[in-house]
């Protein structure tokens, strides 16, 4: 799994095939600056050469000498080379919706340079060093989330953030939204002029679903961890019994995710003495309790498959035509074609769905008296309290829109341009659908991680108890930003200051370190 800070990286230089996940965040989160590698460059000007023969010799070449889509089979004069990839951009920015956020536009442009950087797109080295200024500056194009088939890549996105870079269109700059114009001015970066195949090179891909997919992932880890000690501490306050964690279970069904999460279970509860034993004898619990192992490990290695997917595609050419300057060729593919994100996105918006429905499964058991043998809705005081009564509302509220959110988008398909664009992927879609999904669970981790604690307490009040090695961690973590709920409060800041703990890595980051053996640095933000 991943670590949770990417703020020490400084300096991302791109070479089109080592990207990594954590660079992606270091540049869309904590605004970490990019250039080329000097070979990217020597690659990106011999395929540039080549484009430019093509366009003296007039050869026949689609997006270059050539329309677009329907308009494959019309020919465009040299002299008409730059219009045409102007009237592309402007033709193509389509977008409608909010604004994506800054930090998923800012891994829009990095990705879109990395792609570029590969040498197989014939764009001219200045035009991609202009993105990497706007990039660098801080300019923050306005990109409308909604508008992408997934095929040809993301177009009308992509396009709005061309856009600003032929200063048209519109940009978020030092606090304020501005024309795109306006923009480029105040940082001093001198618009672009496109010339011929440039405006393909960078609307025809899959950066968009990319860019929210990587986000995705590295906090998809994150939350997998987080549900894993949530996990743990309901296990801890409603009494569990070990024996479903024991290693010879999950020996004998091998999966990866389940090993994985059974030993983390019983890291987390060693030592505890909340656990049932003699004291408190049952011979089995219910499978939100039992079957953690066998529930969450599927997620954890749905996560690591999306993950191998996303950083191949990180690292891909996705456009068309692909220039093979070596080789004297130019082939018109599909490369453009978003399914392995789509389908990869909406398998982990399913994957993360999961995490919250068995969380909020937990947090009912919590709430409940029949259940828990603890006070109803977990307040000392019920009736003139509610305590966390409507918690659990709020977290079926979310489970129930995950439901929704969880159906796929890529099983769906629309033609378009004529009919030559007759089977697109959705992928974009699936993406947004799959951050949605992960926004909502961390939301229900945290109430459940609040219940957890509060139940905790209710435990300890009635006699001397003791969490295990991880699980403390995390019951002290939370202790530290949100006192134990004795009298009703307003309890939303509450969930939120919780949500922080999970979605900003704290949570894990304090459990990992609990868990170090000791003599073992593991440095806590």
């Not at 997917?309 to 593919?333: A, L, Y």
Request: proline share 4%; aromatic share 4%; hydrophobic share 45%.
């Amino acid at each position: 799994m991943s670590g949770v800070s990417a703020e020490h990286l400084n300096v991302i230089r791109l070479d089109g095939e080592t990207l990594t996940l954590e660079q992606v965040v270091a540049v869309a989160r904590f605004g970490a600056m990019v250039d080329l590698h000097s070979v990217a460059k020597e690659k990106i000007q011999r395929s540039r050469e080549y484009v430019d023969q093509l366009i003296i010799e007039n050869q026949l070449v689609y997006g270059i000498t050539t329309g677009f889509g329907m308009f494959s089979d019309v020919v465009i004069s040299k002299e008409d080379a730059r219009k045409l990839q102007r009237n592309l951009i402007m033709s193509h920015s389509t977008g409608v919706g909010e604004p994506l956020p800054a930090e998923v536009v800012r891994a829009i442009l990095l990705l879109r340079a990395n792609a570029l950087a590969k040498g197989f797109s014939g764009i001219r080295l200045s035009t991609l060093e202009t993105l990497l200024e706007v990039l660098n500056s801080g300019i923050v194009p306005v990109v409308p989330e909604k508008g992408s088939l997934g095929a040809s890549g993301d177009l009308a996105p992509l396009s709005h953030m061309v856009l600003v870079l032929l200063g048209e269109g519109e940009a978020f700059y030092k606090g304020r939204r501005m024309s795109g114009q306006e923009a480029l001015a105040q940082a001093g970066i001198a618009p672009v002029v496109l010339e011929g195949k440039e405006g393909l090179a960078l609307i025809n891909g899959t950066q968009v679903m990319t860019a929210i997919a990587a986000l995705a992932v590295w906090d998809a880890e994150l939350l997998w961890e987080s549900a894993n000690i949530t996990a743990a501490l309901s296990f801890e306050a409603l009494e569990g019994i070990l024996d479903a964690f024991d290693p010879k279970i999950h020996a004998v069904r091998p999966h990866r995710g389940q090993i994985d999460v059974a030993k983390q279970i019983r890291l987390l509860t060693e030592g505890s003495t909340f656990i049932a034993g003699e004291r408190r004898p049952r011979v089995q619990d219910a499978y939100s309790i039992r079957c953690v192992p066998q529930v969450h490990g599927p997620s954890g290695d749905a996560v690591a498959y999306v993950k191998k997917v996303v950083e191949i595609e990180m690292n891909s050419v996705t456009d068309n035509p692909i220039i093979f300057p070596e080789e004297k060729q130019v082939f018109s593919g599909g490369n453009f074609h978003g399914q392995p994100i789509a389908l990869a996105m909406d398998f982990l918006g399913i994957a993360m769905a999961e995490l919250a429905n068995i969380a909020e499964r937990r947090l009912e058991r919590l709430v409940n008296p029949y259940l828990s043998g603890l006070p109803a809705f977990l307040t000392p005081n019920g009736g003139l309290n509610s305590g966390f009564m409507i918690v659990q509302y709020s977290a079926a509220s979310l489970v129930s829109e995950n439901k929704t959110l969880a159906h796929p988008a890529s099983v769906d398909s629309i033609p378009s341009s004529a009919n030559q664009e007759d089977h697109v992927s959705m992928g974009t879609i699936a993406a947004r659908k799959a951050r949605n999904i992960i926004e909502n669970t961390a939301h229900v981790l945290a109430m459940e991680l609040l219940a957890a604690c509060q139940a905790v307490d209710l435990r300890i009040g009635k006699e001397e108890l003791k969490l295990g090695r991880g699980s403390e961690g995390a019951y002290t973590l939370v202790r530290s930003k949100v006192s134990t709920l004795g009298e009703d409060r307003v309890m939303y800041p509450d969930i939120q200051s919780a949500k922080e703990l999970v979605s900003s890595g704290k949570l894990a980051m304090t459990v990992r370190y609990k868990l170090q053996p000791k003599g073992v640095n593991c440095h806590v933000q």
